[in-house]
């Protein structure tokens, strides 16, 4: 049961990101989107998925895996246009 409220709370959380990426791919407009909240976000996630690997965390791990996925999309969009 544990693992099942896991992974339901992973896949949850991890999809929520997707509407904001598809946006985000769409429309390439990130003027609203705070850079630093994704960098420190992105940074966060990270170590969840560092300490998911050292936990042996199977719901942990794919849902910060995918998530650093979907957020280093948005932070290349937002990095990049921060360049421009």
Same mark, same amino acid.
């Given at each position: 049961?544990?693992?099942?409220?896991?992974?339901?709370?992973?896949?949850?959380?991890? &999809?929520? @990101?997707?509407?904001?990426?598809?946006?985000? &791919?769409?429309?390439?407009?990130?003027?609203? %989107?705070?850079?630093?909240? $994704?960098?420190? @976000? @992105?940074? /966060?996630?990270?170590?969840?998925?560092?300490? /998911? &690997?050292?936990?042996?965390?199977?719901?942990? %791990?794919?849902?910060?895996?995918?998530?650093? @996925?979907?957020?280093? %999309? %948005?932070? $290349?969009?937002?990095?990049?246009?921060?360049?421009?």
């Amino acid at each position: 049961m544990e693992n099942l409220i896991g992974y339901v709370a992973a896949f949850l959380t991890t &999809v929520s @990101f997707l509407p904001q990426v598809l946006r985000v &791919v769409m429309t390439k407009q990130t003027r609203d %989107i705070s850079r630093n909240m $994704y960098i420190m @976000f @992105f940074i /966060g996630v990270l170590l969840w998925f560092v300490y /998911g &690997v050292l936990k042996s965390d199977l719901p942990i %791990i794919l849902a910060n895996a995918v998530t650093i @996925f979907f957020v280093s %999309i %948005i932070l $290349y969009y937002k990095l990049r246009e921060n360049l421009s």
